[in-house]
C-alpha cells in the first residue's frame, strides 16, 4: 500500500498535568505543552548558569582548573586567553631595547600608534618571538594575559576504579600492610 507514512507516535510527559501526552495529541494540547517546555528551559537554563558561575568561583577562589567534588569531576575548560598590552610600558621598553641595540627602529615600526597610543597586538607578539633573553623579559613586563569570554564549567560524572566496598576494603589492607 502506498501513501504518506505516519509518523510514529513518541510519548511525552505534559510537563503542566504530568500525565502522558502523545504525538497526535490536538494541536492546542501540544502547542501548550510546547509554550509549558520552553518556559522551564528558560528556567533550567537560568539555574543552571547560577550554579555553574557558584561553582566557577569557588574554583577560581582555590586558584584551580578541575576538582573532583563527591562523585562529580569539575573542569574549567578554557575559552582561550589573549594579551592586553600596557602601552606606555611598551613604549618605555622599546625605547631601552633600541638604545642597547637590541632591536632596530624598523623592526618597531606601526607597532604604537598614537593619539590614543594603541598596540597593534600582532606585530608585538611577533617581536616578541625574535627576541630572547633580558630582551624578551622586559617584553613580557608589558602585557598580562586576560580570559576571554566567560570560563564554561564540564561537569562529569566521576568515574570510579573500585566499587566502593573494594574500595574500603583496599584502603584497610593498606592500613594493615603498613601499620
Not at 119 to 133: F, I, M, Q
Request: net charge positive.
Amino acid at each position: 500500500m502506498s501513501g504518506p507514512a505516519r509518523p510514529t507516535t513518541t510519548a511525552l510527559v505534559n510537563p503542566a498535568t504530568g500525565e502522558q501526552l502523545e504525538l497526535d495529541a490536538p494541536s492546542d494540547v501540544l502547542a501548550g505543552a510546547v509554550a509549558e517546555f520552553k518556559r522551564r528551559e528558560t528556567q533550567y537554563a537560568a539555574w543552571r548558569r547560577q550554579a555553574e558561575a557558584e561553582l566557577v568561583r569557588r574554583l577560581a577562589v582555590r586558584n584551580r582548573r578541575r576538582a573532583t567534588v563527591g562523585e562529580w569531576e569539575l573542569e574549567i575548560e578554557a575559552t582561550g586567553r589573549a594579551r592586553v598590552w600596557d602601552t606606555d610600558e611598551l613604549e618605555q621598553t622599546l625605547v631601552e631595547l633600541e638604545a642597547a641595540g637590541t632591536i632596530r627602529a624598523g623592526e618597531v615600526a606601526g607597532l604604537l600608534t598614537p593619539q590614543p597610543p594603541k598596540v597593534d597586538g600582532k606585530a608585538a607578539a611577533h617581536l616578541l618571538t625574535r627576541v630572547a633573553g633580558p630582551a624578551r623579559v622586559a617584553l613580557e613586563r608589558c602585557f598580562r594575559w586576560e580570559q576571554k569570554g566567560k570560563p564554561r564549567l564540564a561537569v562529569t560524572r566521576s568515574t570510579q576504579l573500585l566499587p566502593p566496598d573494594r574500595a574500603l576494603n583496599a584502603r584497610s589492607e593498606a592500613q594493615e600492610a603498613t601499620g
